[in-house]
């Protein structure tokens, strides 16, 4: 890429130009810089070692080793009648009927 014209660059104001032509490095202070290289702690290292071998532990997992397993489903779907169960526990069922008359009986009370 080829630089720019001279006439092409943006111009610097007046005054601004004097004052950088008339700058003095003398007046600067010196400034020591300090550069902080914080190393990583014992247990940063030990983390990063253990994250290291779980990653290559996956990476080199060989699925062939799995043993092959059937699938038992203990919450099935209802069937196309709707029905969930075809066994339904007695006492369930006594309670049920036993809520449902004190609804109703509740129900007559209040009709009075």
């Given amino acids: 890429m080829a630089s720019p014209a001279l006439k092409d660059l943006p ?3 007046e005054n601004l130009k004097s004052q950088l ?3 003095n490095t003398d007046k600067l202070k010196n400034a020591s810089t300090h550069e902080k290289i914080v190393l990583p702690t014992a ?7 253990t994250q290291q071998s ?3 532990g996956i990476a080199t997992f060989d ?3 799995l ?8 919450n099935p779907l209802p069937d196309k009648e709707g029905k969930l169960f075809n066994y339904v526990d007695p ?3 006594g309670t049920t009927r036993r809520f449902y008359n004190f609804c109703w009986l509740r129900s007559l009370l209040r009709k009075m």
């Fill in 11 to 13: 111009k610097v104001a």
């Fill in 21 to 23: 032509e008339g700058f």
């Fill in 43 to 49: 247990e940063d290292v030990a983390a990063e070692k």
């Fill in 54 to 56: 779980l990653i290559s």
């Fill in 63 to 65: 699925p062939s080793n």
């Fill in 67 to 74: 043993k092959h397993t059937e699938t038992n489903e203990k």
């Fill in 91 to 93: 006492a369930v069922v």
